[in-house]
C-alpha cells in the first residue's frame, strides 16, 4: 500500500506563496496519476490541481489557473504544488492523492489512496 505524505503548509499573509510537497513511498509513484485537492472547514472536498504519469498533461480548477503550479518528479517519488498570490479563500486542508488512471482525472472517486493532509492558512 502506498504512503503519501504531504509538507509545506503553513500561515502566509494574502499574496503570498507557499510549496507543498507529496513523498510517496513505493517504487510504482510514476505509473500514477497525481492530484491536490482542498477542503475548507464546513466545505466539501474539491479538487485543485492533476498531473499526468510522465508529468506532461496538467489539469486545475478554475479557481487556482494562473497562480497554482504543479509538477513532479519521479526520481525523487514527489510531487509538488507551488501557490502564488494566495487568497483568504485558499485556506484549507490540502491532500494529495494517487489515482490510478492514464488520463488526468479531476473526481475524487477516481484517486484511491490519500495523504493525512496539510494545513495551509492565509491571513488578509
Known amino acids: 500500500q502506498v504512503q503519501l505524505v504531504e509538507s509545506g503548509g503553513g500561515l502566509v499573509q494574502a499574496g503570498g506563496s507557499l510549496r507543498l510537497s507529496c513523498a510517496a513511498s513505493g517504487r510504482t509513484f510514476s505509473s500514477y496519476v497525481m492530484g491536490w485537492f482542498r477542503q475548507a472547514p464546513g466545505k466539501e472536498r474539491e479538487f485543485v490541481a492533476a498531473?499526468?504519469?510522465?508529468?506532461?498533461?496538467?489539469r486545475y480548477a478554475d479557481s487556482v489557473k494562473g497562480r497554482f503550479t504543479i509538477s513532479r518528479d519521479n526520481a525523487k517519488n514527489t510531487m509538488y504544488l507551488q501557490m502564488n498570490s494566495l487568497k483568504p479563500e485558499d485556506t484549507a486542508v490540502y491532500y494529495c492523492?494517487?489515482?490510478?488512471?492514464?488520463?488526468?482525472?479531476?473526481?475524487?472517486?477516481?484517486?484511491?489512496?490519500w495523504g493525512q493532509g496539510t494545513q495551509v492558512t492565509v491571513s488578509s
Open positions: 498531473i499526468s504519469s510522465s508529468g506532461a498533461y496538467t
Open positions: 492523492a494517487r489515482a490510478p488512471q492514464y488520463i488526468v482525472v479531476i473526481t475524487i472517486a477516481e484517486y484511491d489512496s
